[in-house]
């Protein structure tokens, strides 16, 4: 077990030395790594490390890094990588790179703060942290289970089966084509403090929710029946989008209040 530091300007990892459980540090550089990209054979349970030195960039048309391991910490001060899960592992990512997830695998859990991270259609995600940037899902049919976000946008193109709580920030849920496959989000529950949550094409799902005042749900472009209970705060109740010229959206036991909701639960974990 040992930190394992990638020379600056080196393009190909193929050449590192590296045992079992060591910990592969990008500590600066800039350089576009094209080769030696696949570490599944050389090493198991490793752990990949950027520096906030580090502003280039892994994979991309040339391929997907990989490894085996359970964490992938990702803090560089910019650049891009591609990473494509061989199993179950969790990922970090922050700081000012851009994350394409791609090629097959699951993510067990995924915490990221950067401008832009992609997950595409192949990928599972069991669990998403936000906390700022832009991230969207691509469809699975493997339901997120569980979102906490903090700030920043989330467009989702799959399902939920858990909680979601949303701070600030934007989220979407649903497809914008309504002939494809619909996700579900059907007995899931929703936290919303200061946020925009908007549905679009859905199954026919009931939702938990509790909203602030300060919070907006636009559910005008749902195209099957959505069924929204719970509390949310009169101002928001009137600010917010509840009707839908495609299908029926009925808020039974939507009760309204005055005031703001504690939003302590939606910030936890951030």
Request: glycine share 14%; with cysteine; proline share 2%.
């Amino acid at each position: 077990m040992a930190d394992v530091y990638v020379p600056k300007g080196t393009t190909d990892l193929s050449g590192l030395s590296i045992s079992n459980n060591d910990t592969i540090i990008f500590a600066e550089g800039s350089q576009h790594v094209t080769a030696g990209l696949d570490l599944t054979s050389t090493a198991s349970g490793l752990t990949i490390e950027a520096g906030p030195g580090f502003t280039g960039t892994l994979g991309g048309t040339d391929g997907s890094l990989q490894f085996k391991g359970a964490t992938l910490t990702w803090k560089a001060g910019g650049g891009e990588i591609h990473f494509q899960p061989t199993s179950t592992q969790n990922v970090e990512i922050v700081g000012g790179a851009r994350a394409y997830i791609k090629g097959g695998g699951t993510v067990g859990s995924l915490d990221i703060a950067c401008p832009f991270a992609r997950i595409t259609d192949d990928v599972a995600v069991n669990t998403l942290k936000q906390r700022g940037g832009e991230c969207t899902m691509g469809y699975n049919a493997t339901k997120l289970q569980a979102v906490r976000m903090g700030s920043g946008s989330f467009s989702s193109e799959r399902g939920l089966s858990g909680a979601c709580y949303a701070f600030n920030g934007t989220q979407v849920w649903g497809r914008q084509q309504a002939d494809l496959a619909k996700p579900a989000i059907d007995g899931s529950t929703m936290t919303v403090a200061a946020a925009r949550i908007s549905f679009l094409s859905l199954s026919t799902s009931t939702v938990g929710i509790e909203a602030d005042d300060k919070s907006v749900l636009d559910a005008r472009k749902v195209n099957n029946a959505l069924t929204l209970s719970g509390n949310i705060g009169a101002a928001s109740f009137g600010n917010s989008h509840l009707k839908s010229a495609f299908a029926t959206v009925t808020t039974t036991n939507l009760d309204q209040y005055g005031g703001d909701a504690d939003a302590g639960d939606a910030e936890s974990g951030f």
